[in-house]
């Protein structure tokens, strides 16, 4: 039992990592800071400046959100004023950013705004065009089959959520996990050469282990902070 609770938690880590790699939608702006920073070449005096911007934008947001009732046409009303914040935002930087930067920062936000599903195909795409040296058409192809194992993760994702602490509906949920996983890669096989082949595994077991590392380390993380919550007077 403990054996197929690990293989669960296994692959839902792999099959949500496109969740999990969500990118940080506007809201989020102040924590990627030093990130947009790095990317845009940013002097110390222009991170000062830019911070109070995007902190006025951020504020709108949530005044915006806080307005918003629990209908469609309300949502619809405040969707419809997120381009105007928007403009300003950008209206606003431009005091602080020159015009290649500005460009840049336009860039940034188009890519905050993608969703999960987009902004992952994108990001293992880029990966496997510059690893397998694929071809325009190949490169087609394999996008339109994470597209399509991605769609499918999220309805399964949806399913777990549900699904509580059911250990019998978790273990249906891995095997229609494993078969839509192991569908798409043995799919992205069949359009590479052997040699592709050999590196796209590679590539798997590396991007496996990874995950297995990272929830590890989510879980020492958590059992520190409980026992420091335990033991609270302990240096």
Do not use: H
């Amino acid at each position: 039992m403990k054996l197929m609770k690990t293989g669960i938690v296994i692959l839902l880590l792999l099959s949500f990592a496109v969740y999990a790699e969500e990118p940080r939608k506007a809201g989020n702006l102040l924590d990627i800071l030093p990130d947009i920073s790095k990317e845009l070449g940013l002097t110390t005096d222009q991170e000062i400046k830019l911070t109070p911007i995007i902190n006025a934008y951020l504020e709108e947001l949530k005044k915006l959100k806080e307005s918003v009732k629990d209908d469609d046409a309300s949502r619809k009303q405040a969707m419809e004023k997120i381009p105007a914040l928007k403009e300003k935002l950008v209206s606003d930087a431009s005091t602080v950013l020159n015009p290649e930067q500005i460009t840049k920062f336009k860039e940034i936000l188009a890519r905050l705004e993608k969703s999960p599903v987009e902004a992952m195909v994108e990001k293992i795409m880029n990966t496997l065009k510059q690893e397998l040296k694929l071809t325009d058409e190949v490169a087609g192809k394999i996008e339109a089959l994470y597209r399509d194992q991605f769609t499918q993760m999220g309805k399964i994702k949806d399913n777990a959520e549900a699904s509580n602490n059911n250990i019998f509906e978790k273990s249906r949920i891995l095997k229609q996990m494993q078969e839509v996983q192991a569908g798409c890669e043995e799919k992205i096989l069949a359009l590479l050469s052997e040699d592709q082949k050999v590196k796209f595994k590679e590539m798997q077991k590396d991007f496996r282990e990874n995950l297995k590392d990272k929830a590890g380390e989510r879980k020492d993380k958590k059992n520190q902070e409980k026992n420091e919550k335990e033991q609270p007077g302990k240096p």
